[in-house]
T-cell receptor, first 113, second 113 residues
């Protein structure tokens, strides 16, 4: 069985300050992990993915995430938030096939001017 | 590069009317195709997936059906809509085989009135 927990349903940051979106996972296998972003009324866009290569994964738009097996975490970070980063973010764990994805409940990021 | 198209973007339908949402993928062959539903304030739920023409697997019992008449075409249908069918429907694809990233379309908003 696998599961994913996004620890914060809402995060607010000021523009130009760092972003931290937290994700913990549980998996019986070596998982693949993903972060997706969803802007209002849009589909999900892939930010980055971890597939057992480097533990620090760099994605698009300045985001990165670090896989920490000992902590079963895959937190998403960005050094400096931009207004356009305001969106909902989903952490996703996969057991190996795209059909076996488990989605987190999402974190709504608000960026304050 | 691969692209995914989904339409219509928005739809308002009366209870008891039929539904047809269409999705096509370009730039790849024999993709895995998926239909997800995202209800308001909730996560993503996998409805159907397909690994080939005419091969449809249903993940949850419901009022909806899916068909794959061509390699890169995936259709979500209903004969009679219910109020509970309202939501945001997302088509997605991944390369055939396991362990591949899933990519989403822009989504279709369905409101049943």
């Amino acid at each position: 069985a696998q599961s994913v927990t996004q620890l914060d349903s809402h995060v607010s940051v000021s523009e130009g300050t760092p972003v931290l979106l937290r994700c913990n996972y549980s998996s019986s296998y070596s998982p693949s992990l993903f972060w997706y972003v969803q802007h209002p009324n849009k589909g999900l866009q892939l930010l980055l993915k971890y597939t057992s290569a480097a533990t620090l994964v760099k994605g698009i738009n300045g985001f990165e995430a670090e896989f920490k097996k000992s902590e079963t975490s895959f937190h998403l970070t960005k050094p400096s938030a931009h207004m356009s980063d305001a969106a909902e973010y989903f952490c996703v764990v996969s057991r190996g096939s795209a059909r076996q994805l488990t989605f987190g409940s999402g974190t709504q990021l608000t960026v304050l001017p | 590069s691969q692209t995914i198209h989904q339409w219509p973007a928005t739809l308002v339908q009366p209870v008891g009317s039929p539904l047809s949402l269409e999705c096509t993928v370009e730039g790849t062959s024999n993709p895995n195709l998926y239909w997800y539903r995202q209800a308001a304030g909730r996560g993503l739920q996998l409805l159907f997936y397909s690994v080939g023409i005419g091969q449809i697997s249903s993940e949850v019992p419901q009022n909806l059906s899916a068909s794959r008449p061509q390699d890169r075409q995936f259709i979500l249908s209903s004969k009679k809509l219910l109020l509970s069918d309202s939501g945001f429907y997302l088509c997605a694809w991944s390369a055939s085989g396991s362990g591949n990233t899933i990519y989403f379309g822009e989504g279709s908003w369905l409101t049943v009135v």
